[in-house]
Nanobody
Framework: QVQLVESGGGLVQAGGSLRLSCAAS????????MGWFRQAPGKEREFVAT????????TYADSVKGRFTISRDNAKNTVSLQMNSLKPEDTAIYYC?????????????????WGQGTQVTVSS
């Protein structure tokens, strides 16, 4: 079992930065892929970024590539999402997710555990 708690969301102006963190509990954290997803009002949840178990491989949605960076610290059981050059269209609830498999995945259906989400609002 893995429990995930996100933090770091908030209100920021366009062009600004935020760093989201996800604290994980559970002995399987360091062996599984992790991901960040987001859901804007009235829209379906979408993939943002993913990282494999070791942190050696990452993948990003085209909409955030070059602006967001996912990283993990297995010693501290945390995964982070550094978000730079934020745009109003980045406004959403951001969710941290963990999967049992070691590889990264862009599909939300391959994740086994989810956090409660943290709100990110970008004003224009």
């Amino acid at each position: 079992q893995v429990q995930l708690v996100e933090s770091g969301g908030g209100l920021v102006q366009a062009g600004g930065s935020l760093r989201l963190s996800c604290a994980a509990s559970g002995r399987t954290f360091s062996s599984g892929g992790m991901g960040w997803f987001r859901q804007a009002p009235g829209k379906e949840r979408e993939f943002v970024a993913t990282i494999n178990w070791s942190g050696s491989s990452t993948t990003y949605a085209d909409s955030v590539k070059g602006r967001f960076t996912i990283s993990r610290d297995n010693a501290k059981n945390t995964v982070s999402l550094q978000m730079n050059s934020l745009k109003p269209e980045d406004t959403a609830i951001y969710y941290c997710a963990a999967r049992v498999g070691a590889t990264l995945s862009t599909s939300q259906f391959l994740y086994n555990y989810w956090g409660q989400g943290t709100q990110v609002t970008v004003s224009s």
